[in-house]
């Protein structure tokens, strides 16, 4: 049987990746790395086992340093899958990881799929029910390519470890009901001297809402004609309970909001349950960043906008006639 590790920096990242492990019937561990590193909640979301290193060199240590001592309990652990947040330093360090291991790698899945391998003596194709019981685990992921214009289908074929970093918000955080308590396990990790030291840390000064973790997400395109037209649409998201996003063109080119704010291919990928889209029309940069929604509401004066295609509810009208409209009959509710 397949044990799966799951690792992130960020908790919320880790118990997405621990609810999905513990729907594939596997044992699920995860790496608590660091001092103050435990956490009690990684138990409820169906870790069965948490390996634990307090080693205060964890704490700023190097991507390479982190795939090092991940890479140790890869081995102490016995798993043959392990999940990471596709983070900027998840990435390079499912990278630095897979390299140690000899595994394949595949990052910035957006999909994941089981299929097992059947063993000698059963019957029926993997994944079927007759192989339900046996044989090797595997995930089949999904992932953009050619540009954000489509999703290819990508599997580690070898039957060794597979090293796969998750994108953030692909799944669900779900406490699972009567999830029984699991272990710690502290292991004493040899960690080599750094070849480099942090001097200083700073958070990167930016101002804007976390578009990544919102419910309700109303973004903005270069259909509105003045900056101070994002207060209006501030003031929807305000009447929603949300936050404001924008596309490219509104961050990099006009430099209306800041690029934390900025959701599509090269910016944040977003799953709220409701997304609202004003006066953007939808190409597929931008698209891809939202295909998680739940709901999808479009507001735009052209009917032919690629944005329609892909919303739930459509509003064809000029934004500044509908969106005061909507704040005011919301602010009536």
């Not at 590193?37 to 990684?42: I, L, N, T």
């Not at 998201?237 to 063109?249: I, K, N």
């Amino acid at each position: 049987m397949s044990r799966m590790l799951v690792y992130s920096e960020r908790p919320g990242m880790a118990r997405e990746l621990l609810s999905f492990a513990a729907s594939t019937g596997e044992p699920a561990a995860i790496a608590l790395l660091g001092p103050g590193a435990g956490d009690q909640d990684c138990f409820a979301y169906g870790a069965q086992v948490a390996y634990t290193c307090a080693d205060p060199a964890l704490a700023e240590a190097a991507d390479e340093t982190i795939a090092m001592a991940l890479g140790q309990v890869v081995e102490r652990s016995g798993c043959d899958i392990v999940l990471i947040g596709s983070t900027l330093s998840g990435r390079a360090v499912a990278a630095h990881l897979a390299q140690r291991l000899g595994a394949g790698c595949i990052t910035d899945a957006n999909g994941l799929r089981c299929e097992r391998d059947a063993q000698p003596g059963t019957s029926g194709p993997a994944g079927s029910a007759s192989a339900d019981h046996g044989g090797r685990l595997r995930l089949i992921a999904t992932r953009y390519a050619l540009g954000g214009n489509t999703l290819a289908t990508e599997c580690i074929l070898p039957p060794h470890r597979q090293v796969i970093a998750v994108m953030p918000q692909t799944f669900e955080a779900r406490p699972r009901a009567g999830q029984a308590g699991g272990t710690f396990e502290a292991l004493s990790l040899a960690l080599p001297a750094a070849r480099a030291r942090t001097v200083e840390r700073q958070p990167k000064q930016q101002a804007g809402a976390d578009v990544e973790s919102a419910d309700v997400v109303v973004c903005v395109g270069r259909g509105l004609g003045a900056a101070a037209d994002l207060q209006m649409a501030g003031a929807l998201a305000e009447a929603l309970g949300g936050v404001l996003a924008c596309t490219r063109p509104v961050s990099h080119d006009r430099h209306w909001l800041p690029e934390k704010q900025m959701v599509g291919i090269s910016g944040k990928i977003i799953s709220p349950r409701l997304y609202v889209g004003i006066a953007l029309s939808g190409q597929i940069q931008h698209t891809v960043g939202i295909t998680g929604a739940r709901v999808t509401v479009a507001i735009n004066s052209d009917k032919g906008a690629p944005i329609f295609k892909m919303a739930d509810y459509g509003i064809v009208g000029d934004a500044y006639e509908v969106v005061p409209r909507l704040v005011e009959k919301l602010g009536r509710r």
